[in-house]
C-alpha cells in the first residue's frame, strides 16, 4: 500500500513519523518471506494516538511490526501499511531491580546490559530475536521462564480507548505464548523487575542456554522459531520428527532437519509455498495423532 495523498504525508511529517516508501517485508523478518508495502517509523511515543486517528480517518489500514522474528507475511503488494517504533537513546535504563526498557529495545541486548548490572531471570530468552515490544506480546520464553513473570508495569497504546495507558503487572494475563493484550493494543516501554544475581552466574546460565540453541536449533537458516504452539503435554516437534517429516519441503519452505518445529526459508520460498508446508504437517498431525496444531508464528495474510 502506498501512502501518497499530500495532506496525509504532511500530516505524518508533523507528527515526526518517518515515511519510508515500498520496502520489502522480505528484508524485514527473519523468515525472509513476505512482500512491499509502506512503513511508518514513529519517533514519539505521544504522536501515536493522533497518528492512528489520521489513519483510520482516511482508511488506511495498518499492521504493526517488532523486530520480524515471529512472523510470515504474504508475498506481493500488501494492503496495510506497517508500522515500527523507532528507538530512542537511551533504550534501557536500570534502578535498583527495575529495568525500564522501550519496547523497540532488542530483547538480546536487555537481556544482557541487565546482566551485568547483575539481574538475572531472563537467561532462557538469550537467543531469542526481536524486540522487547514482541517479546511482551507473544508472552516469549524458553527452558522454564517467560517475560511476563518479570513485567511490573506497561506502557501501552490502547486501540479500543484511543489513547496511551499504563498497566500494572497483575492487569495482564500472561500465558503460554499468549496475553491478555487486545489484538490491536500497541506495547511502547515496560518495567521489568528482575532477581539480583551475581554477573558471574548469569553469565553461566546464559551460556547454558545458548549451547542448547546451537545444538538444537537451526540458527544459521532463515526461519521464525517455532511455527507451532506445543499442545499441552506434548511436543509438536517430536510428533512432526516421529511422522519423519524434517526435510520435507514445497518449494524452498522446508522442515528443519535439525529441529522438526522450525521451518525454514530455504532460498526463496514464498509465504504461499511455507503457507502449503504449514498446512501440510498440520493435517498429517492431526491425521496421526488427532491433535489440532495452533500457529505459535503469526501469520499476516493479504
Ligand atoms: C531462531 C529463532 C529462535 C526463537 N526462539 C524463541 C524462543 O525460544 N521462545 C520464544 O518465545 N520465541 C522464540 N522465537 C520467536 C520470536 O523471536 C519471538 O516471538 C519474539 O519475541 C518476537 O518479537 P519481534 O519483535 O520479532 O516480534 P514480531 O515478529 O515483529 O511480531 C510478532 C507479533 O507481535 C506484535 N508486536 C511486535 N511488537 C509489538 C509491540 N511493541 N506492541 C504490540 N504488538 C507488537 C506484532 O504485531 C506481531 O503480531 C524465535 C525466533 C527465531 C527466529
Redesign the pocket.
Known sequence: MRVEDPRIVAALADLGVELRHAESLADL???GIGGTTDLLRITKHESIPDLLNLLDSHGVPH?????????LVDDGELPWVVLQ?GQPDPDLVIEGNIAHVD??AD?GRTVTYCAKHDLGGME??I????????????????YGM?IGSYVREVK?YRAAARRLEILRGEQISFEY?HTS?APD????AVKLELPSKPYKEILQGIRICNEK?RSS?P?GQK????IFKNPPGASAGRMIDELGLKGQSVGDARVSDRHAN?FVNAGKASAKDMLALITNVRERVHASFHVELEH?V?IWDA
Do not use: H, I, K, Y
Request: some cysteine.
Open positions: 523478518t527473519s523468515l499492521r504493526f511490526l517488532g523486530g520480524g522474528s515471529n512472523l517504533l519496547a523497540a530483547l532462557g530468552l537467543g531469542v530475536p526481536g524486540t522487547v515490544g514482541g517479546a511482551l506480546r507473544m508472552n516469549a520464553g524458553a517467560q501501552l505464548r493484550f493494543d500497541m506495547m511502547l540453541r536449533q540458527l526461519s521464525a522459531g517455532c522450525f505459535e503469526v
